[in-house]
């Protein structure tokens, strides 16, 4: 039964939830600041992004949970099952990064209390744009993990009637 | 005693096989749906219906007459098994090569699947039950 459970699906999507919700957070943030001319270091607010990666998960299964899987397993002829290399499940994480490479937006307005002695002020380098359809992709996804979470637990209660 | 004796001999073991199959199918598709946005990240699949097609029509094939009837393999499980493999194809999100809609798809067909097989074992368990108490639910 090594990690083929169903409640290791809930936790994989759950994962992913907590990833997307992260980015929503982070979007949040990024257009809430979107005309933040001054932070606490002194220089505009720097768009933030949240960086993915899968993480490897290794969990063995308990040891109470071994013995009853081994026993059930040789008492009813059930061959465990051997997944290959690729079965351990890959766990989305998100970390926020701030952005340092974009640079500022430049706009002309003499009378703005940080406009520099030419008459510009920086602006933060927050692309509406970019933010709104960032925001569009992960609420798409999140409706996808939760239709996902649904999923197994319809299984979950299916496998509970037998 | 039944437990030794009858349950290897209902075929349980292998709709259990199934259901974990298309249980382990749900959380790569879950995993897959999951790191829809992940750079770097490749698809998984699990394929076993070849194999799982196989160990259920064994059970069904009669044995030639010139064997004995203890050949028949009934309710032994297959040597088979299900396997998680990581698919390189050329489709792209923008991101990985995650098919949202093809993820989606597999999700509704593994869920039906897998209520198949917990009614199937379902009936198997009552039919054990009709014939251990001798009475007819």
Not at chain 1, 64 to 77: D, L, V
Not at chain 1, 137 to 152: F, G, K, L
Not at chain 2, 80 to 86: A, G, S, T
Not at chain 2, 107 to 125: C, D, I, P, Q
Request: charged letters at 25%; proline letters at 5%; hydrophobic letters at 40%.
């Amino acid at each position: 039964m090594s990690g083929i459970g169903l409640f290791k699906t809930l936790e994989i999507s759950a994962a992913g939830l907590s990833v997307q919700r992260m980015r929503l957070d982070v979007i949040a943030e990024n257009l809430a600041n979107v005309e933040t001319t001054k932070t606490a270091k002194g220089e505009p607010y720097r768009k933030k992004r949240v960086v993915i990666k899968a993480v490897k998960d290794r969990a063995r299964p308990a040891a109470g949970q071994m013995e009853f899987s081994r026993i059930m397993e040789s008492n009813t002829g059930y061959i465990p099952l051997r997944l290959g290399r690729h079965s351990a499940s890959e766990i989305p994480e998100g970390s926020v990064k701030t952005d340092d490479k974009t640079p500022f937006t430049l706009r002309y307005e003499p009378g703005h209390p940080d406009a520099d002695k030419n008459g510009f002020v920086k602006y933060p380098n927050v692309n509406v744009i970019d933010e709104m359809v960032d925001m569009v992709t992960a609420s798409r996804a999140y409706e996808a993990n939760v239709t996902a979470i649904q999923t197994a637990k319809d299984m979950f209660l299916k496998a509970i009637e037998i | 005693m039944i437990v030794r004796f009858v349950l290897p001999r209902t075929g349980v073991a292998r709709f259990k096989q199934a259901l974990d199959a298309y249980s382990l199918r749900q959380r790569v598709v879950a995993q897959n749906i999951a790191n829809v946005q992940t750079p770097g990240y490749r698809r998984k699949e699990v394929s076993f219906e070849d194999s799982l097609k196989r160990a259920f029509v064994q059970r069904l094939q009669l044995a030639p007459v010139e064997n004995p009837p203890r050949s028949i393999p009934i309710g032994m499980p297959t040597r088979q098994v299900p396997r998680v493999v990581e698919v390189k194809d050329d489709y792209s999100n923008g991101v990985n090569n995650v098919d949202m809609e093809k993820e989606m798809t597999k999700m509704v067909e593994t869920n039906l699947a897998y209520s198949m097989m917990t009614k199937f074992l379902k009936g198997r368990f009552e039919n054990l039950h009709e014939a251990i108490t001798g009475r007819i639910k």
